[in-house]
């Protein structure tokens, strides 16, 4: 298979180098086009299932450098949407970006580049959600984005569970142009820069076009923000989510690391109804020379605010290179190729590496703080420690990465039918190194045994000391596909008053995946840090059919239908069915059922045991202890790891709307949308594992219980589940209106809505008997799902001058409960966007303008430890910019 394909490859390649002139159809004939959502190619744009089209220059009037930064405010966007906000060196997908439509999760979102399938990120998005990184397309590269709103399985294959993102690159350029953007941020920070050069040709033969775009955005930390600069958000009504793990640190006795006499000779906390002693175990560092801040003491823990060291985006540079081109080859059949390249660096920084409970001291230790105080009731006793490695400094994260995309194919006609079939190969490789502020267990514990390094105090230790413990960390990871698709579509017979259309295809495709930390990592001698590995492949060859019926003269129905086999869990088939119908001339109805599928990504089929660092509230601990360590979100270490039993997930959707064109200037959408799935594949969540099973000691490590307090969380068991399924329905509404005036120049306006009805997870629980329950979570309106988001715009354009006014609005919704199940209400959010264009010179144009325009902050969430909840918000802030296009 392998070497047919090559050879295909190569003959498409020679045929691109000649030059012979394409058939174009008749001017008399009418121009049939292929549409997202369907193979077939038609004479309209608008079929029977709902297509939102972003132009070039909609993007442009986003004031959007990178396709996120666009794609984030369409109304159908949701939860799961993420751009490199929020990158710090605890995330695991530094620099990645993705969209999740419907709020059904980006890893349901299917993105495609030209109607094909694209590789996903070498790393995993919160170690679970594999996504294809938006970050890898260039802005200047795009002539269109098409959104298609429902489900198309049938049509395009696994994840296409929400929908579609086709992104369409640029064909349309002849001669030479040269761009140029530079922005900056009202609050500072995040300072762009972007240049492109674009050049290309076209004739009766071909065209070809290309594109070399530079980019670089400055990064943003955490204090750059007053409302954001710090973990301690009491002064806003929040969370005291500073670190448990401070410098010096806090001193911590494990029950089984001491003796029973040290144990009694331990202060008591409390005494239990039952008259069990509770032994008090943790006691802020106030010993020797280097102290423990009062300030920063809280509930005898010595604590350590991360905030101002973290970056909140990280610094970005990417140099990307774009061709796409089509040459005839002979009558009737022509060629066609396109090739990306891409080098992306990323900074990353976080603060000190923190560690609980990793390390120890033995109580005969010179370096004990009780040393010297034979008396004291810890003297002599063997310790652990809370304590963040401030004395080697921020962990500090470079992230090289490489983005490579080659297609090459050929179409043509066959008596009346027309063919096409192509080759993809795309690889994204990243190489991830930490320089900076990771401490290596192994060598610190060393250090400590030997009396090298005293960890209680660090204005002691020497330099020599310190980089003995501090190490450098290496990750890899790469993605590769390689695929070979055909179709053949045309029209089998007369029906009616037109002829059955059908298309008829074959994909196979071969994925792998390769995610790899060193051998520190692997060995368990990293603490502090997340990192992921993963390593699988897989093969799957998939055959499809569609076929367009016009039943009537206004009637027009669409049924695919499509059959994958996966080569490691099985296969699956897929229908759908639609039809369109204009019952009057400016009136269409459409409406679209289906079934659609998402395979277990490779990371959730593979994933090793990895290590990540939830914030878990104990509420089964603080009802009893009330103590601000449980009763708080506090770090805990979490294993987390594939499995390889997961089936895939199943989603049924529906769609149904109507459009009006009341005129030629007014038209109006209105569509209801409709998603039930299955087999839902989620990581459990270090926190519902806490909440469901705290008593379970396969899924939650804990120190021994004191009477009736259980002891405290010392590691929690995850992974991956297929586990109950999702509900979700809502409304689209889409109003366009042109106005054009005599004096006052055209204006159009826009309006998009997206409300949901409904967002029900199903979750599968155990009751106390261990026999399983349905429990039905509402959602819609809480965390991170406002149950309604909608974008009013207006455009005007006089003479040389054309301008545009947006308005982006996401709903209020309720935060996560805090420990005593209560729910705080986030304010909406409304921002603008303007900007104004000046296109009276020759071959220039000039345009300044603001993203939003009047620097709203990002409403206050209370259960983020920053108060800012980066899913939904930006807090970028006020975005102002002048950018010039210059065509020779």
Same mark, same amino acid.
């Given at each position: ?169 640029? #064909? ?49 930390? @955490? ?80 604590? @350590? ?17 774009? $061709? ?5 080859? *002979? ?40 040393? =010297? ?24 994260? =470079? ?174 088939? #897929? ?11 400016? &009136? ?80 109006? +959408? ?30 939650? &490590? ?34 366009? $209106? ?6 006052? +120049?055209?204006?159009?306006?826009? @309006? ?47 003479? #040389? ?25 986030? =304010? ?8 104004? *264009? ?51």
């Amino acid at each position: 298979m392998k070497k047919g394909i090559t050879l295909i490859a190569s003959a498409v390649s020679i045929a691109l180098l000649g030059g012979a002139s394409p058939s174009y159809a008749n001017e008399n004939e009418v121009e049939r086009i292929e549409v997202t959502g369907s193979h077939i190619k038609r004479s309209d744009l608008e079929g029977p299932s709902p297509i939102q089209t972003i132009s070039a220059g909609d993007l442009a009037a986003t004031g959007s450098t990178d396709l996120i930064g666009a794609l984030q405010k369409l109304p159908v966007a949701g939860a799961g949407t993420f751009s490199t906000q929020g990158n710090s060196s605890d995330d695991t997908a530094n620099g990645g970006s993705s969209v999740a439509l419907r709020g059904l999760g980006a890893s349901s979102t299917l993105v495609l580049i030209n109607g094909r399938r694209v590789a996903v990120s070498p790393f995993a998005k919160d170690i679970e959600t594999s996504f294809v990184d938006l970050n890898t397309i260039p802005v200047s590269s795009v002539k269109r984005i098409d959104v298609l709103k429902d489900g198309a399985s049938a049509t395009y294959g696994s994840d296409a569970v929400a929908g579609v993102i086709n992104i369409v690159l640029r #064909d349309d350029i002849d001669g030479f142009e040269v761009a140029g953007k530079i922005s900056d941020t009202a609050d500072g920070g995040a300072e762009e820069e972007n240049f492109t050069l674009l050049w290309g040709s076209s004739t009766d033969k071909g065209h070809h076009n290309f594109s070399l775009d530079y980019f670089k955005r400055g990064d943003v930390f @955490y204090a750059d923000r007053d409302y954001a600069s710090t973990a301690d958000q009491r002064f806003r009504g929040g969370n005291n989510a500073l670190s448990s793990s401070g410098i010096p640190g806090s001193i911590e006795v494990v029950r089984d690391r001491v003796t029973d006499a040290q144990w009694e000779g331990l202060e008591v906390a409390r005494v239990e109804d039952d008259g069990t002693i509770v032994r008090k175990t943790l006691y802020a560092d106030v010993f020797g020379n280097d102290k423990c801040p009062t300030d920063l003491i809280i509930g005898d823990i010595c604590r @350590y605010d991360y905030a101002p060291h973290m970056t909140l985006i990280p610094s970005t540079e990417r140099i990307s290179f774009n $061709y796409n081109g089509v040459q005839e080859i *002979t009558d009737g059949i022509e060629g066609f190729a396109e090739f990306s390249a891409q080098h992306t660096s990323t900074f990353i920084q976080g603060a000190a590496s923190p560690s609980f409970t990793e390390l120890f001291m033995d109580g005969d230790n010179p370096n004990h703080p009780l040393a =010297d105080q034979p008396d004291h009731f810890l003297h002599g006793v063997n310790i652990s420690m809370r304590r963040r490695t401030v004395d080697i400094g921020n962990r500090k994260k =470079d992230v090289d990465s490489e983005y490579y995309r080659a297609v090459m194919g050929m179409r043509g006609e066959f008596k009346e039918w027309d063919w096409e079939f192509a080759y993809s190969s795309i690889r994204s490789s990243a190489v991830e190194k930490g320089f900076d502020g990771f401490p290596n267990k192994l060598r610190a514990q060393a250090a400590i045994d030997s009396g090298e390094w005293n960890p209680f105090e660090p204005s002691q230790n020497s330099q020599a000391a310190l980089d003995k413990i501090e190490t450098t960390t290496t990750r890899y990871g790469a993605s590769t596909m390689q695929s070979f698709d055909a179709t053949i579509s045309g029209e089998l017979f007369e029906f009616g008053d037109g002829y059955v259309a059908a298309a008829f295809g074959l994909e196979h495709r071969y994925e792998k995946i390769e995610d790899n930390p060193d051998s520190q990592y692997l060995n368990g001698e990293i603490f502090g840090t997340e990192a992921t590995q993963a390593n699988g492949d897989r093969d799957n060859t998939a055959i499809f059919a569609e076929f367009n019926v016009p039943a009537t003269e206004n009637l027009e129905l669409q049924l695919a239908l499509r059959h994958e086999d996966y080569s490691d869990f099985g296969n699956t088939t #897929d229908p759908k069915v639609a039809f369109r119908w204009t019952p009057l001339e400016e &009136i269409v109805v459409r409406g679209s059922w289906g079934t659609a599928f998402r395979a277990p990504s490779l990371v959730q089929l593979h994933l090793g045991k990895t290590e990540e660092s939830p914030s878990v509230i104990d509420r089964d601990r603080c009802k009893i202890t009330k103590d601000p360590l449980d009763c708080e979100p506090f770090e805990y270490t979490a294993d987390v790891a594939g499995n390889k039993a997961l089936q895939p997930e199943e989603s049924t959707n529906y769609n149904l709307g109507v459009i009006w064109q009341a005129s030629d200037e007014f038209s109006i +959408g209105l569509d209801y949308w409709n998603y039930d799935q299955d087999n839902l594949i989620k990581k459990i969540g270090a926190q519902d594992i806490v909440d469901c099973c705290g008593d379970d000691s396969s899924l939650v &490590i804990r120190d021994p219980s004191t009477g009736g307090t259980p002891g405290r969380i010392r590691r929690i068991k995850d992974t991956f589940v297929n586990i109950g399924g999702r509900k979700t329905d809502g409304i689209d509404i889409d109003l366009e $209106y042109r106005l054009p005036t005599q004096d006052m +120049g055209e204006f159009k306006f826009g @309006y998009n809505v997206t409300y949901v009805m409904s967002y029900d997870e199903e979750l599968v629980q155990n009751d106390a008997n261990g026999n399983p329950l349905t429990v039905i979570e509402d959602e819609n309106g809480e965390y991170q799902h406002p149950d309604m988001r909608w974008n009013a715009r207006v455009d005007w354009a006089l003479d #040389d001058w054309v301008a545009n006014f947006s308005v982006n609005y996401i709903d209020s919704y309720n935060d996560l409960a805090d420990s005593d199940g209560n729910k705080f209400k986030i =304010d909406s959010w409304t921002t603008i966007d303007t900007s104004v *264009t000046y296109i009276g010179y020759e071959q220039l144009t000039l345009t300044v303008g603001a993203s939003n325009l009047t620097n709203e902050e990002a409403p206050f969430a209370p259960s983020e430890t920053m108060g800012v909840d980066n899913k939904t918000h930006s807090i970028l802030g006020r975005q102002a910019y002048l950018k010039f296009a210059y065509k020779f």
